[in-house]
């Protein structure tokens, strides 16, 4: 989360990293690229043309070798695409603000196209009881942070994927309980 304060309207805005990051357009990339190939070498082979340059897949038998590349190519360009899209729609993103002058909480996200594309909840910020702080260590870590709502619940606050550092995690939960002058729970 990237925070911008302004201190002197009382409002802070925490923006959230969705479905863009680095990592996800190498991946889908690598799948595109990747299916591609495998489909170039699956009509090569059916063909007997020689649609890859740095191969000869022409050797290839059709059946059943050309047609289980083909099956794995098509399977990728579906999965690449998806990704792509997924990248397009930037599913998950949005932001989180804390708004002292109307003393309320906005938390957007994006999601899937549709009749619900944009998740969009606000709660007064006087029904915040805690702010929370999760850590679980091991082979799949999870650092998340947490608004504690009186009759809702726990409103994760952190994005999905990738953890974030200690050091960051315990500076944005500090500021976030000083800011809505609420305790800090977990650590």
């Known amino acids: ?3 911008q304060v302004k201190a002197e309207t009382g409002v802070l805005k925490l923006k959230v990293l969705g479905s863009r990051r680095l990592s ?3 991946w889908a990339i690598v ?3 990747g299916g591609l190939g495998f489909v170039l070498a699956s009509v090569s082979s059916y063909t007997k043309t020689n649609l890859i340059p740095f191969s000869d897949p022409t050797q ?4 059943p070798q050309g047609l289980v590349m083909g099956f794995y190519g098509t399977a990728a360009l579906i999965l690449g695409s998806f990704l792509m899209a997924l990248l397009l729609w ?4 949005g932001y989180n603000e804390f708004n002292r002058e109307t003393d309320e909480i906005t938390i957007f996200r994006q999601g899937y196209p549709g009749k619900n594309r944009k998740v969009e909840l606000t ?9 929370r702080v999760t850590l679980k ?10 608004l504690n709502i009186r009759d809702r619940g726990d409103i994760p606050l952190t994005r999905v994927g990738q953890p974030i ?6 500076n944005q939960g500090a500021e976030l309980a000083r800011f809505m002058d609420v305790p800090l729970e977990g650590l």
């Open 1 to 3: 989360m990237t925070a």
């Open 31 to 33: 799948v595109l690229v």
């Open 123 to 131: 709660y007064p910020i006087k029904d915040v009881q805690s702010v």
């Open 60 to 63: 290839l038998i059709f059946v």
């Open 137 to 146: 260590e091991g082979i799949n870590p999870k650092r998340a942070l947490y």
């Open 24 to 26: 996800n357009y190498f």
């Open 165 to 170: 550092s200690l050091s960051e995690l315990e």
């Open 90 to 93: 930037d599913v998950g993103g």
